[in-house]
């Protein structure tokens, strides 16, 4: 289903992705620098939760700002909350590479505005989390993740160049939140890994997304 999402005197073009069943929790999925929410990653997994009973609603947001980025993912966020034909209980924000920063930064604004929004928010899923630049591993961008408090899931690459696997390890061990990483063996940064298809990387990846979903919704629901 395509909706135009009000963004200030805009829209931003989003699409549901609507399960059989009427679902209670949803996931707000988007894309990194230079794509789209037509990106394939995003559709497969969109399609994968949908047919498990996720209703998922992703998005394009095209400024590269955080600023602007974070203004967007919020907009999302309240479209869905207030969204009277999807009445949710709570949403999980997804999201490849940079646009983890915006999602983390949505969480640490809506928690700093003492509002109720960041109940709303249930987790946070990271695919290919940038930890640093190719060979800086000296600037790690963890601080946002130090901050966050809800249970965040990390899908990446064993051979990614933007995130060595001990400093990931090192980071999620000082992290506050529940949290849980997924390697995928032998992929890059873009989940490419040689002698695999990118389907078959992708049913390795809805699935990890779709388990680690199911769990935290049923700790929610005890």
């Given at each position: ?8 005197n ?26 789209d ?66 999602a ?11 509002d ?15 930890l ?81 979903l ?9």
């Amino acid at each position: 289903v395509k909706v135009k999402i009000p963004f200030g005197n805009k829209h931003l073009d989003a699409i549901f992705s609507v399960p059989e069943k009427k679902s209670t929790y949803g996931v707000i999925l988007t894309h990194g620098a230079g794509g789209d929410m037509n990106f394939p990653h995003l559709v497969s997994l969109a399609a994968y939760l949908a047919s498990h009973g996720v209703l998922c609603l992703r998005f394009t947001c095209k400024g590269l700002n955080i600023a602007y980025r974070t203004k967007a993912f919020k907009a999302v966020v309240e479209y869905l909350k207030l969204s009277d034909d999807y009445k949710l209980s709570g949403v999980f924000l997804a999201g490849i590479v940079f646009i983890i920063y915006t999602a983390a930064s949505v969480i640490r604004q809506l928690s700093q505005d003492d509002d109720d929004d960041d109940d709303f928010i249930q987790g946070l899923v990271c695919l290919s989390y940038p930890l640093h630049r190719p060979k800086l591993q000296s600037k790690l961008r963890d601080e946002d993740l130090l901050f966050i408090r809800c249970p965040v899931l990390f899908v990446s690459g064993s051979a990614d160049e933007m995130c060595e696997k001990q400093l990931l390890e090192g980071v999620a061990s000082k992290m506050k939140a529940p949290k849980k990483i997924h390697w995928i063996d032998k992929a890059n940064h873009g989940m490419a890994v040689k002698g695999r298809t990118t389907d078959d990387v992708m049913e390795e990846i809805n699935a990890q997304v779709f388990s680690w979903l199911r769990e935290n919704i049923e700790l929610e629901q005890k």
